[in-house]
Nanobody, 118 residues
Framework: QVQLVESGGGLVQPGGSLRLSCAAS????????MGWYRQAPGKQRELVAFIFSGGSTNYTDSVKGRFTISKDNAKNTLYLQMNSLKPEDTAVYYC????????????WGQGTQVTVSS
């Protein structure tokens, strides 16, 4: 089992930056894949970015070149660096850990609000 706690959300002006953190209750070194999702009001939750245990990453098209996902295995923490923020990035951002098909288990954090507005 994994407990996930997000932090770093807040109010930022368009063009600004934020860094989200997701602290895990156990080692993340071998977690199959971890990701960031977001859900805007009235919309479905969508995948923003993910990172495999080996470090390979992928991003949804709307954030490519602006967001960077990374992890610090020593600190058991997942990050999302968000630059050049736009009003359409406003959403609750959730951290996710998928332990993969062999171990099983999928876990979510409680979410952190990101609001991009002038």
């Amino acid at each position: 089992q994994v407990q996930l706690v997000e932090s770093g959300g807040g109010l930022v002006q368009p063009g600004g930056s934020l860094r989200l953190s997701c602290a895990a209750s156990r080692s993340i070194f071998s977690i199959y894949v971890m990701g960031w999702y977001r859900q805007a009001p009235g919309k479905q939750r969508e995948l923003v970015a993910f990172i495999f245990s080996g470090g390979s990453t992928n991003y949804t098209d709307s954030v490519k070149g602006r967001f960077t996902i990374s992890k610090d295995n020593a600190k058991n923490t997942l990050y999302l660096q968000m630059n050049s923020l736009k009003p359409e990035d406003t959403a609750v951002y959730y951290c996710n850990a998928d332990l993969g098909p062999l171990v099983g288990g999928n876990y979510w954090g409680q979410g952190t609000q990101v609001t991009v507005s002038s």
